[in-house]
């Protein structure tokens, strides 16, 4: 004679269910840190950025704020330097993005090779990455001076026919000379994303196509570049970000001069909420510049999608 034992379910507070609890308060506890943090570094400002824009608020002030609707990104818009502004900092981006993302392939295949001497030169290739950008912006501070060093090699090369001009003091130069110091010491980073893309491609492919009495340009062209697809898209978003947020150098070396040929719109977000304590328009200039770098990351998430 069998007997069916009916499963019961078991009640509130049986092991299985305190232990369930702890697990679920076990997970929260390690998880709040980094929430609080995003709570405070990045939730908060940017709701307070998005709201303050809309107001009259400064730093520092006796008056109160309030709602003045449209009227500061009416301002912005006739503002001449942040066109000015704008404008330098998208001809940063297209200058940099390309020249950095070709140099750092470049480097990348040459020192993914089994020679004597590859640890060594990718060591010095980045060394300038994990050097901060402020002492990388003074020590090229006192290159770019008249009598510094670039001049100095300059004049030797060309043997005292040509003179280096003063770089960071002269609009014309200014740009260029920060574009050049920001390539050379961001290039190792992405050197190294580019080369661990080349190390997931299998060698049985360049051996196939070397078989097939493929050159190295046609290995690179139908072997090595479809297989750094995933790797090409996270190289240009993060470089096109990078070069976009550019603050430092500027700050550092030429503070958005001379003539505002160095301004960018990060700079002159800073500039203005700290050391003019226009809070309001400094908070339209960012949000402004958010929907910028939002819609540029689209388009260009977009275009390096991956297609069936």
């Not at 939730?43 to 008056?63: D, H, I, K, Y």
């Not at 920001?182 to 196939?208: D, K, R, Y």
């Not at 050159?215 to 976009?244: E, M, Y």
């Not at 908070?283 to 929907?291: K, R």
Request: hydrophobic share 50%; net charge positive.
């Amino acid at each position: 004679m069998s007997t069916t034992v009916s499963a019961r379910p078991r009640p509130r507070g049986t092991p299985g269910g305190v232990q369930r609890r702890r697990e679920r308060l076990t997970a929260f506890g390690m998880v709040s840190p980094a929430v609080v943090l995003l709570l405070c570094f990045l939730v908060v400002p940017v709701a307070l950025a998005f709201g303050l824009a809309f107001t009259s608020a400064r730093l520092v002030s006796p008056t109160p704020a309030h709602f003045v609707g449209l009227e500061n990104f009416r301002l912005l818009f006739h503002d001449p330097v942040f066109a000015r502004s704008l404008r330098n900092t998208l001809v940063f981006a297209a200058v940099v993005v390309p020249v950095q993302a070709g140099f750092g392939l470049a480097l990348a295949l040459l020192v993914n090779t089994k020679v004597r001497g590859t640890t060594f030169f990718r060591t010095v290739y980045f060394v300038p990455v994990v050097t901060s950008m402020v002492v990388v912006s003074l020590v090229w501070l006192f290159l770019y001076q008249k009598t510094g060093l670039v001049n100095h090699l300059i004049h030797s090369f060309t043997f005292g026919l040509v003179t280096g001009p003063d770089w960071l003091n002269n609009p014309r130069t200014s740009l260029p000379a920060i574009i050049f110091m920001s390539v050379w010491q961001g290039v190792g980073f992405h050197m190294v994303i580019w080369l661990s893309g080349l190390q997931t491609i299998p060698v049985e492919l360049h051996e196939a196509a070397a078989i097939d009495g493929a050159d190295r340009w046609a290995r690179f062209r139908s072997v090595t570049w479809p297989g750094l697809r995933p790797t090409r898209a996270f190289v240009l978003i993060t470089i096109t970000i990078d070069a976009f947020r550019l603050f430092t150098q500027v700050n550092v070396m030429t503070q958005g001069g001379p003539v505002d040929s160095t301004s960018t719109v990060v700079y002159q977000a800073v500039h203005t909420g700290y050391d003019q304590q226009q809070t309001a328009y400094a908070s339209a200039i960012s949000l402004v510049f958010f929907v910028i770098v939002l819609a540029v990351s689209l388009i260009q998430r977009f275009l390096t999608r991956e297609k069936d």
